[in-house]
C-alpha cells in the first residue's frame, strides 16, 4: 500500500505531464512539411466514436439553428471547402460537411469528425472566396489535429487527478475534499484546460493558412480577414482567462510566416 507522500508525488508527477503536453510559447514559425497538424497522443476517444459524436451533435445544432437564407453563401462554402480539400488530400480523412447558419454573428465552428457550421454574418469580414477559406482551414485544422477529443481527454484526466488529490490530502472528510476539488479543478482549468485552447486556435490558424496557400487562395486574406475582425471584437478577458489568443498575435503569427505561405501560394499557381 502506497504511503500518503507517494500518492501525493505520483499525482503532482501526472498533472505535471499532462501539463507539459501543451505548448504555451504563443505564434510559432510553421514547421517545413506541414500537409497535417502533428496529432497528440493523448487521446481517450477514438476515431470512430469522435466521428459518431460530431454526427449526432452536428444533427442537434441543425435541428435548432436556422440555415441561411442566401443560397449562394452555401455554394461558396461547399466550393471552397472541396478545394481545400482536394489540394489537401483530405477528402477521405473524414466524412465532411458543411452548413451555412443565419446568425449575424461574424463567427465559424468545427465539431469532431469532419462537421463545419459557417455563421453568414461572417461574410460581411471574408468579402471573397480567398477569406473564406482562410476561415474554413482554421475550422478543417481543428477538425484534422482532433483539437476538441484532445481538449476534452485532458479535462477528464485532470478531473479525475483533482478529485483523488483532494481525497488524500482532506484525509478522507467529505466537504474538505469537496472544497479542494473545486480549488483544483479551478486550477487544472487555468493550467490545463485554457492554455491548450489558446495553442490550439494558433495551431489552427498557423497551418490553417498553408491548406488555403496550397488550395491557391491568396494567404494575405487571411490578414485582411484579422483585421476586418479585429476592430469589431469588444472587450476581452485577461489573456490567462481567455479560450482564445489576442487577435494581435494571431495576426502576428501570420505576418511572420507570410513568406513561407507566399511561396506555398506561388508553387499551386504554377
Known sequence: MWKKGYHLCFASLCIVGLTGCITTSGPQYISLSPSKPP?????????????????????????????????????????V???????????????????????????????????????DGIFKYTQNDDGLAAVIAHEMVHITARHATQRVSRQLTAGILSAGLATILSGGDSNTTASLTQIFDF???????LPYSREAEFEADRIGVHYMARAGYNPE???????????????????????HPPTSERIRQIQMNMPYYKTIYNQSRT
Open 221 to 243: 486574406e487571411a490578414l485582411n480577414v484579422w483585421r476586418r475582425l479585429e476592430k469589431n471584437i469588444g472587450p476581452r478577458p485577461p489573456p490567462w482567462l481567455a479560450t
Open 81 to 119: 471547402l472541396q478545394r481545400l480539400l482536394l489540394a489537401n488530400n483530405l477528402q477521405d480523412a473524414f466524412p465532411w460537411e458543411i452548413v451555412v447558419f443565419a446568425d449575424s454573428t461574424p463567427n465559424a465552428f468545427a465539431l469532431p469528425g469532419g462537421k463545419i457550421g459557417i455563421h
Open 39 to 79: 496529432n497528440s497522443n493523448f487521446n481517450l476517444i477514438s476515431l470512430e466514436e469522435e466521428i459518431t459524436l460530431g454526427h449526432r451533435e452536428f444533427a442537434k445544432v441543425k435541428a435548432q439553428k436556422p440555415l441561411t437564407r442566401n443560397a449562394s453563401y452555401q455554394q461558396t462554402a461547399q466550393r
Open 187 to 193: 486550477g487544472t482549468h487555468l493550467g490545463v484546460v
